[in-house]
Each structure stands twice: as C-alpha cells, then as structure tokens.
T-cell receptor
C-alpha cells in the first residue's frame, strides 16, 4: 500500500518551454503533497507544500510564478515549470502524507529527471 | 527555521562493521525523527523513524536513538553489508505545523 507515482520519469525540453509533472497517490488519499528538488550529490530541498483545494505554500526563494502547483484532488498534484531554463535541470520528487495516526509519514514518488537544453 | 546538520558527510566501513550517523537539529518543537536511504537515481526510502516519546527503536540491523535534550538523533547500522551502501538522510519534522527539512546526507560505503 501507499504507492506514489510520478509522470513522466524523465523529460528533456528546450529552454523557454513549460513542463508539467504529475504526482499521484495510487491507493490512498493524500492529505498533503510535497514537492522537492534535488541537484546532483545534494540533499532534497523542499519547494512547496500543497493541500487539496487550497493554494500551495512555497518555501523562501522558490518563485511561485515559475513553479506552478495545482492540487485539484486528494490523489493528484501537478508541478509546472514555466519558461524552463538550463538551471532548472534537476531531479524533482514529490511525496504524499496521509491524515491519521501517523500524519508525518511521507511516501515518495520515484522522481522526475528534468533536463533543459 | 529548522537547522539540520548531519555527520559525517562520508563514511566508509568494512563489511560486517557498524556504522553510526548523527543528526543534529535546532527546532525544539520537532517531534518526528525519520531516517531515509536513497540509492542513486531513486526515491528516498524510509528505513526507520522514531517519535519524541521514545528514546530508542530497533528494527533488525537498524536502530535509531534520540536525545531530545541535546537535540540529536542517530542512525545505527550493525553488521553492514555492501547493499547498505547508499546516501542516508535525516529529516526531523514537526507534526503540528508539519514541515520536513532534510539533512545534507551521509554517503555510506561498505567495502566487501
């Protein structure tokens, strides 16, 4: 149980284009979803936290107009990287948590590797 | 905000030896203390966690100890195996306002 999927697993795009990444909880309803970015040999950096039906809370230094997050249902959150540039190339990972006895347990997606040419 | 430090950044051990990684945090409100294992190009996997009402938790070769007074918790791996080689992250959190900050990671090498 508690499986999280991401699509696509990898994407290559041209500079200036937008890319959408989907995060789905397959067998549970996620109270909260998180988006992380991980550069090579670095840690996971939290970008934003989103709850279904409400606006995402962005971390300091993360541009909300560049990284658009939509959390339309309890099983789907999307991250759109708008006007992508080479410096946005990274490994993007989502996670989901479940309300209940252990709301702090996070279930991670497999990640999406974005390469911007 | 939370300041999280992990030590060491790199750890190399011989197969069969023990490995210990320490995580220090600053937010006294933190009450959830997980450790994640991440293999190259893959998602982080929760390997063990502990909550603030417990001082130690063990699961086979893996254990976590917590010192809330000193604000640190440690990952202990005994009888290490080559497949334990990975990057390990601590990520202390607070269930109240829930937000997780990951440590910088510890790269563990287990030599056969």
């Amino acid at each position: 149980g508690a499986v999280v999927s991401q699509h696509p697993s990898w994407v290559i795009c041209k500079s200036g284009t937008s890319v959408k990444i989907e995060c789905r909880s397959l067998d549970f309803q996620a109270t909260t979803m998180f988006w992380y970015r991980q550069f090579p040999k670095q840690s996971l950096m939290l970008m934003a936290t989103s709850n279904e039906g409400s606006k995402a809370t962005y971390e300091q230094g993360v541009e909300k107009d560049k990284f658009l997050i939509n959390h339309a249902s309890l099983t789907l959150s999307t991250l759109t990287v708008t006007s992508a540039h080479p410096e946005d190339s990274s490994f993007y990972i989502c996670s989901a948590s479940v309300a209940g006895p252990a709301p702090d347990t996070q279930y991670f997606g497999p990640g999406t590797r974005l390469t911007v040419l | 905000g939370e300041n999280v430090e992990q030590h060491p950044s790199t750890l190399s051990v011989q197969e069969g030896d023990s490995a210990v990684i320490k995580c220090t945090y600053s937010d006294s409100a933190s009450n959830y203390f997980p450790w994640y294992k991440q293999e190259l190009g893959k998602r982080p996997q929760l390997i063990i966690d502990i909550r603030s009402n417990v001082g130690e938790k063990k699961d086979q070769r893996i254990a976590v100890t917590l010192n809330k007074t000193a604000k640190h918790f440690s990952l202990h791996i005994t009888e290490t195996q080559p497949e334990d080689s990975a990057v390990y992250f601590c990520a202390p959190g607070n269930t109240g306002g829930f937000k997780t900050i990951f440590g910088a990671g510890t790269r563990l090498f287990v030599k056969a």
